[in-house]
T-cell receptor, first 112, second 111 residues
Framework: DGGITQSPKYLFRKEGQNVTLSCEQN?????MYWYRQDPGQGLRLIYY???????QKGDIAEGYSVSREKKESFPLTVTSAQKNPTAFYLC???????????FGPGTRLTVT | GQQVMQIPQYQHVQEGEDFTTYCNSS?????IQWYKQRPGGHPVFLIQ?????EVKKQKRLTFQFGEAKKNSSLHITATQTTDVGTYFC???????????FGKGTRLSVIA
């Protein structure tokens, strides 16, 4: 059963802590993406990777970091430097860069 | 940088009425994609338009790409409660630049 998994679905953290969100895909897609969604803001691109061991900053990369050591995995770390980390985080993948994207179920992060 | 504007932000319709959302880009696009996100869910790809003036239909949904490849629309005929959700357009420039999503149109359907 192919798809994208994100875990956990809900995540709660205290301010000042780093937190890593998981994203795994078994679609054999080359490209993977991280988006942040806030109410009324649509989808904003945080980071994207078009190939293993390479990634680029999106529009709102400050306070976030990623790695792409394996084709199937693209974890996102929300660091303590991110000023407003509470949001809905969506991971996506596509066969190649910017073809139709398949989204995971998302992780809702709350930082207090 | 490239911007994709989408209107309206919200639309409330009676079941059976038609609905249209519009997408406008500040630059010429190589293609445009449409996604639907149900409440509490994640975006799901609907369609991609590539050619100038292209029109595609999926049952009650009609997608258009403008002649200048700078605007697009999604029209739903005779809305149903299953159409509820947020519809996003996403534009792709030529070259290796990321998709840019509009802010979406949230559709509510009153039975």
């Amino acid at each position: 059963d192919g798809g994208i998994t994100q875990s956990p679905k809900y995540l709660f953290r205290k301010e000042g802590q780093n937190v890593t969100l998981s994203c795994e895909q078994n679609l054999n897609h080359d490209a993977m993406y991280w988006y942040r969604q806030d109410p009324g803001q649509g989808l904003r691109l945080i980071y994207y990777s078009q190939i293993v061991n390479d990634f680029q900053k999106g529009d709102i990369a400050e306070g976030y970091s990623v790695s792409r050591e394996k084709k199937e995995s693209f974890p996102l770390t929300v660091t303590s430097a991110q000023k407003n980390p509470t949001a809905f985080y969506l991971c996506a993948s596509s066969v190649q860069g910017f073809f139709e994207q398949y989204f995971g179920p998302g992780t809702r992060l709350t930082v207090t | 940088g490239q911007q994709v504007m989408q209107i309206p932000q919200y639309q409330h319709v009676q079941e059976g009425e038609d609905f249209t959302t519009y997408c406008n880009s500040s630059t010429t696009l190589s293609n445009i994609q449409w996604y639907k996100q149900r409440p509490g869910g994640h975006p799901v790809f609907l369609i991609q338009l590539v050619k100038s003036g292209e029109v595609k239909k999926q049952k009650r949904l009609t997608f258009q790409f403008g002649e200048a490849k700078k605007n697009s629309s999604l029209h739903i005929t005779a809305t149903q409660t299953t159409d509820v959700g947020t519809y996003f357009c996403a534009g792709l420039n030529s070259g290796n630049t990321p998709l840019v999503f509009g802010k979406g149109t949230r559709l509510s359907v009153i039975a």
